[in-house]
């Protein structure tokens, strides 16, 4: 009986996932509910673009069974010296259990090369795709069959699971469609919300970045004020870690209303607790445009 304890618990043990980034986490809970125990490395209030690691992280990333990250380069800086120094051979770089995110989805953005002249530019297309619920759903499908590898006993509770995300999906899209986006342009300080603007037919047509993560020339501004001034944007759009100085002044200079966007789950949200969905509906209202009762 000792011994059929020993060997039988690994199976019912749930699946210790870590993810980076807190919408990487949200998919993770919904894909594998109680099957699984999810940490996230990164906390909402802070600028992915710039994580350094702690020790904390690499405890987690050494106890990890799979460990889900965005890709594209926006962990560049911290993730690879953690699984590394972790020297947990589930989650080492090609194993199974080492999960790019961005391998499941459309990517835009794709430059192929990228060098300091361009800016912060991410040569393997742009980082930002949870703004994207095509591509999320493409995400909760991926990783819906990796946790069924890991764990065959309860792969048809992850199936599950994944029909009940894609139904919600397919519902909150009709909702979302109806926000009257269509034909928009904006302002954005970074190219945060390409993927928002193509899957919800509306138009970036400016940056307050002339390269990004290269600050803006006073030129480069006042070229900016020149062609809102003509083409009228519903607004700017910018998000809590950097930009609301500038997108304030350019907010003055034109009477063009400033947004911030929430730029992942939780964020703004002083902990209260969010999923993917939630995080949706709050930037897709803070982008709509006005109408006469928001005035």
């Known amino acids: 009986m000792v011994l059929f304890a020993f060997v039988a618990t690994p199976a019912f043990a749930e699946l210790n996932i870590v993810a980076t ?11 594998g509910k109680d099957k699984v125990s999810v940490k996230v490395l990164v906390r909402s209030s ?12 690499l405890l987690a990333v050494r106890r990890a069974d799979i460990l889900i990250y965005n890709g594209l380069g926006l962990e560049a800086g911290y993730l690879p010296v953690l699984v590394e120094s972790s020297r947990n051979r589930l989650v080492a770089t090609g194993r199974p259990g080492n999960i790019d995110a961005s391998k499941f989805i459309e990517v835009i953005g794709l430059t192929g090369k990228a060098d300091r002249s361009m800016g912060d530019l991410h040569s393997g297309g742009n980082p930002h795709y949870h703004f994207s619920p095509g591509n999320i759903l493409r995400v909760a499908e991926g990783l819906s069959a990796a946790f069924a590898l890991a764990d065959p006993i309860n792969a048809g509770s992850f199936i599950d699971n994944l029909a009940l995300f894609r139904a919600r999906i397919i519902e909150k ?9 269509e034909g928009k342009n904006f302002i954005a300080f970074h190219k945060l919300f390409e993927y928002l603007a193509r899957d919800f037919d509306f138009e ?18 006042q ?11 519903a607004a700017i759009l ?6 609301r100085r500038q997108a304030r002044w350019l907010a003055r200079e034109t009477a063009i209303r400033t947004v911030e966007v929430p730029h992942d789950v939780g964020a703004g949200l002083g902990g209260a607790e ?7 509906d709050r930037a897709l209202r803070a982008v709509r445009p006005l109408g006469p009762i928001d005035r």
């Open 223 to 233: 070229g900016l004020v020149e062609t809102m001034k003509d083409s009228r944007p």
């Open 204 to 221: 970036i047509t400016g940056y307050i970045e002339p390269r990004p993560g290269v600050p803006p020339s006073g030129a480069h501004i």
């Open 274 to 280: 969010e999923d993917w969905f939630g995080f949706m």
């Open 21 to 31: 980034l807190p919408w990487i986490g949200s998919v993770a809970r919904d894909i």
């Open 238 to 243: 910018t998000v809590s870690y950097y930009g």
């Open 173 to 181: 899209r009709k909702e979302w469609k109806g926000l009257g986006l």
């Open 46 to 57: 802070l600028d992915p673009h710039f994580i350094e690691p702690k020790p904390s992280m």
